[in-house]
């Protein structure tokens, strides 16, 4: 049967990826974009996409647009919480206001879209959320901190979600996205305002003393690096693969790894942590599972 979905973010990059995925799997959309004309090449091809204007961030908003989609199209089978973008600055460097608003559109968003549609998932007894995060929510990076600790507070959140409405027949999943070629490191990142005391930090982790000026970000989009490997990255498609594929297994885990090298990524970040632990002679890292006996 036809599902629906409820994707946020969906005008470009990852959110148009699940958008079209979806529809091509058969699927009816409602997809949260920006701008009007967003996905018009996408509606003209598939008349089972519905388009709502909406700002994660405005909570009222978002309860009243859930709502209404609801009542006039269905209770979403998936929700997609993907609407977010990456903000790179020192700590020191970072605004109130930046952060801020990082944290209102990357988290806060996410939660205001959960609450309002739960107890539309709940009274049906059915339905899936599906959290966008990253391989930084189990590492770091440096400049990169206040874009982490939004993913980090995502983790966190939906974990205890996926406890709290496993009774109710709803899946909480969280996918850990490594590097996607989407606008997320083009025109939608934002800088701060760079502090000469971290020049050093900028030029081992962007290759330059300075933040990159946009027409810098533009160049560097339009020619990515050749020698990336099997770090390059991914077309959005894939992840929108992984995600069907993801949604089609019987018991799907909490969190799931997809794209170019994220796999590693993960691993380091753990081993990373590890090591630090067992700087205590009182810490023991847990063993692999025991392997359950034959009979």
Same mark, same amino acid.
């Given at each position: 049967?036809?599902?629906?979905?409820?994707?946020?973010?969906?005008?470009?990059?990852?959110?148009?990826?699940?958008?079209?995925?979806? +529809?091509?799997?058969?699927?009816?959309?409602?997809?949260?974009?920006?701008?009007?004309?967003?996905?018009?090449?996408?509606?003209? $091809? &598939?008349?089972?996409?519905?388009?709502?204007?909406?700002?994660?961030?405005?909570?009222?908003?978002?309860?009243?647009?859930?709502?209404?989609?609801? =009542?006039? =199209? /269905?209770?979403?089978?998936?929700?997609?919480?993907?609407?977010?973008?990456?903000?790179?600055?020192?700590?020191?460097?970072?605004?109130?206001?930046?952060?801020?608003?990082? &944290?209102?559109?990357?988290?806060?968003?996410? *939660?205001?879209?959960?609450?309002?549609?739960?107890?539309?998932?709940?009274? $049906?007894?059915?339905?899936?959320?599906?959290?966008?995060?990253?391989?930084?929510?189990? /590492?770091?990076? @440096? *400049?990169?901190?206040?874009?982490?600790?939004?993913?980090?507070? *995502?983790?966190?959140?939906?974990?205890?979600?996926?406890?709290?409405?496993?009774? %109710?027949?709803?899946?909480? %999943?969280? +996918?850990?996205?490594?590097? &996607?070629?989407?606008?997320?490191? /083009?025109?939608?990142?934002?800088?701060?305002?760079?502090?000469?005391?971290?020049?050093?930090?900028?030029?081992?982790?962007?290759?330059? @003393?300075?933040?990159?000026?946009?027409?810098?970000?533009?160049?560097?989009?339009?020619? @990515?690096?050749?020698?990336?490997?099997?770090?390059?990255?991914?077309?959005?498609?894939?992840?929108?693969?992984?995600?069907?594929?993801? +949604?089609?297994?019987?018991?799907? #885990?909490?969190?799931?790894?997809?794209?170019?090298?994220?796999?590693?990524?993960?691993?380091?970040?753990?081993?990373?942590?590890?090591?630090?632990? +067992?700087?205590?002679?009182? &810490?023991?890292? @847990?063993?692999? #599972?025991?392997?359950?006996?034959? %009979?």
């Amino acid at each position: 049967m036809a599902r629906l979905w409820f994707v946020t973010g969906a005008g470009r990059g990852l959110g148009r990826a699940f958008v079209e995925a979806a +529809l091509a799997h058969g699927d009816t959309v409602v997809a949260t974009v920006r701008r009007d004309d967003a996905l018009d090449d996408v509606a003209a $091809r &598939f008349p089972a996409l519905h388009r709502r204007r909406l700002d994660v961030a405005d909570h009222a908003t978002v309860r009243a647009v859930v709502d209404e989609v609801a =009542t006039s =199209t /269905g209770i979403p089978d998936i929700v997609v919480n993907n609407a977010g973008y990456g903000l790179v600055g020192a700590v020191e460097e970072l605004g109130e206001a930046e952060i801020r608003a990082q &944290f209102d559109v990357n988290l806060f968003g996410a *939660l205001w879209v959960t609450q309002a549609v739960l107890p539309h998932l709940r009274r $049906r007894g059915s339905g899936r959320i599906v959290q966008v995060s990253t391989v930084g929510a189990v /590492g770091h990076l @440096p *400049l990169f901190g206040a874009y982490n600790a939004t993913k980090w507070a *995502l983790e966190g959140l939906s974990a205890a979600l996926a406890d709290e409405v496993r009774p %109710h027949g709803i899946g909480v %999943h969280l +996918l850990q996205l490594g590097g &996607f070629a989407t606008d997320w490191a /083009g025109a939608s990142m934002r800088f701060a305002t760079a502090d000469p005391a971290y020049a050093q930090t900028r030029a081992a982790i962007l290759g330059q @003393p300075d933040y990159p000026t946009p027409e810098q970000v533009a160049a560097a989009v339009e020619q @990515p690096a050749e020698d990336a490997g099997e770090w390059a990255e991914a077309p959005p498609s894939v992840a929108a693969e992984a995600l069907l594929t993801l +949604l089609d297994q019987p018991d799907p #885990p909490l969190r799931t790894v997809i794209g170019n090298g994220a796999h590693d990524m993960v691993r380091i970040a753990l081993e990373g942590r590890r090591d630090d632990y +067992l700087k205590d002679p009182a &810490f023991t890292w @847990p063993g692999p #599972p025991a392997t359950p006996a034959r %009979h």
